[in-house]
C-alpha cells in the first residue's frame, strides 16, 4: 500500500508485495470489516479502496459484489493489481491530492497506509478527500497503526521467509517512542537472481526499500475528521490475530480502525 512513501521505492517493492504480506487473511479482515459497516448503514455497492496496492485489500470485497474503484500511487503497484482484477476500475492519486472521483457507498484505506502521511495537514487533506467521494449515507473504514506497532513492532529486527524469498526488517523506532513520533523501518528482500528457482547454489540479489510512517493519536485523528466533514462513529481496536475488539487502546492494540460517516448537513444530495 502506498501513500506519501516515494512511489519508485513501492514499484520496486510491487513485486515482492504478496509473498511479504502473505500472512494477511484479507477475507476474514473483509467480513470483520463489512459486519461493522452494515451496523452503521452501509447499503450499497459501490466502492473506492484508497492505497489499494496490489489489489489484495479489494479482492474479497469484488467477489463480495462491490463495484470497485482502487486507487495508488504507485504505477507497478496498480499494474499488479490489474492483472488480478480487470474488472476494477484503477487509477493514479495521491491522496494529499484526491479529487472528486464519484460517490461511494464505501470508502476503505486499509494496511495502515494513511501512517505514511507526513504530518497533520497531510492527513487532513486525505481525510477531506475521502468525505468528498463518500456518498451522503457512505461510510468510510481506514486503520492506522497505534503507538505500540512503533514501540514493538518498528522497534525491532524480524526475517521472515515467503514464496522463495527472505525478508529482513530492521526497524529503527525505539521501545519508548513518544506520541505523534516519526518511525521508520527498513525492508530488505532478498531474491533469486535473474528469477531463478531458489534452490542450494543459486545467487540472490537484495532490494532495499525504507518505510517512514506518523503516528496519529486517536484524539487526533476524530478531530481531524471532524474538520474534514466526518463524524467518528467508531474506533475499534485491532488485536494480533486480526480480532476487532470495541474500544481502541493506543498502547495496547497493534492498529486502529477508524469508521467514519457523514455529518449532518455535511455534504450535498
Known amino acids: 500500500m502506498t501513500a506519501d512513501l516515494s512511489p519508485s521505492q513501492y514499484d520496486v517493492f510491487a513485486r515482492f508485495y504478496d509473498a511479504f504480506t502473505c500472512a494477511s487473511d484479507y477475507e476474514a479482515w473483509t467480513t470483520r470489516v463489512l459486519e461493522l459497516a452494515g451496523c452503521h448503514g452501509l447499503a450499497g455497492r459501490a466502492q473506492l479502496d484508497l492505497a489499494c496496492g496490489t489489489g489484495k ?8 459484489g462491490f463495484q470497485v474503484t482502487g ?10 493489481a490489474a492483472v488480478k482484477a480487470p474488472e476494477a476500475t484503477l487509477m493514479y492519486a495521491d491522496l494529499r491530492e484526491l479529487t472528486m472521483l464519484g460517490r461511494f457507498d464505501l470508502v476503505t484505506c486499509f494496511d495502515d497506509s494513511l501512517n505514511y502521511l507526513r504530518d497533520e495537514h497531510d492527513l487532513l487533506a486525505a ?3 475521502v468525505a468528498a467521494n463518500l ?3 457512505g461510510v468510510a473504514l481506514f486503520d492506522l497503526n497505534t503507538l505500540r506497532a512503533y514501540r ?3 522497534a525491532r529486527d524480524s526475517v521472515t521467509e515467503a514464496g522463495g ?4 526488517w530492521r526497524g529503527e523506532s525505539v521501545a519508548d517512542a513518544a506520541p505523534g513520533c516519526l518511525a521508520a523501518a527498513e525492508i530488505e528482500v532478498f531474491h533469486p537472481a535473474g528469477g531463478a528457482t531458489p534452490v542450494a547454489g543459486v545467487l540472490y540479489e537484495r532490494v532495499t526499500t525504507r518505510h517512514e510512517q506518523r503516528h496519529f493519536p486517536i484524539a487526533e485523528v476524530v478531530a481531524l475528521l471532524g474538520e474534514a466533514g466526518l463524524e ?9 490475530d486480526g480480532e476487532l475488539v470495541e474500544r481502541a487502546d493506543d498502547a495496547r492494540h497493534l492498529k486502529s480502525l477508524f469508521i467514519a460517516r457523514h455529518t449532518k448537513g455535511g455534504v450535498a444530495q
Not at 486507487?71 to 499488479?80: G, W
Not at 524469498?165 to 529482513?168: D, H, R, T
Not at 467518528?232 to 494480533?240: K, Q, Y
Open 57 to 64: 485489500s479489494f479482492l474479497p470485497f469484488l467477489r463480495r
Open 71 to 80: 486507487c495508488d500511487s504507485s504505477p507497478a503497484m496498480l499494474a499488479e
Open 127 to 129: 481525510l477531506q478527500g
Open 135 to 137: 456518498a451522503r449515507h
Open 152 to 154: 514493538t513492532t518498528f
Open 165 to 168: 524469498l527472505l525478508f529482513a
Open 232 to 240: 467518528c462513529v467508531a474506533v475499534h481496536g485491532v488485536l494480533d
